[in-house]
Nanobody
Framework: QVQLVESGGGLVPPGGSLRLSCAAS????????LAWYRQAPGKQRELVVS???????NYADFVEGRFTYSRDATKNTIDLRMNALKPEDTAVYSC??????????WGQGTQVTVSS
């Protein structure tokens, strides 16, 4: 069973930073899509950033240059560096991987809370 395990969430004051990491139990040398999503209480899940087959990386408009996505194929990890965090960034952040015919998987999520 393929696993995606997130880490790095926590409580941070407005303006603070966090680095989320997602460790995959399958190689990410080749994939269709890697992504980070988030879901705030009472809201639908929304895309934060997507990496389409190692080519184009797309950020949601609300990111506004504050988040940076990175991928390390030697460690099978995908990271999300988040700066200038706002209270509205509070959500459960989950990573997602689509390996085409090999399947699609979600991590269990990590809580990010931005509050003073």
């Amino acid at each position: 069973q393929v696993q995606l395990v997130e880490s790095g969430g926590g409580l941070v004051p407005p303006g603070g930073s966090l680095r989320l990491s997602c460790a995959a139990s399958r190689t990410i040398v080749s994939y269709s899509v890697l992504a980070w999503y988030r879901q705030a209480p009472g809201k639908q899940r929304e895309l934060v950033v997507s990496d389409i087959g190692g080519g184009k990386i797309n950020y949601a408009d609300f990111v506004e240059g504050r988040f940076t996505y990175s991928r390390d194929a030697t460690k099978n990890t995908i990271d999300l560096r988040m700066n200038a965090l706002k209270p509205e960034d509070t959500a459960v952040y989950s990573c997602y991987a689509d390996w085409g015919i090999l399947g699609r998987y979600w991590g269990q999520g990590t809580q990010v809370t931005v509050s003073s």
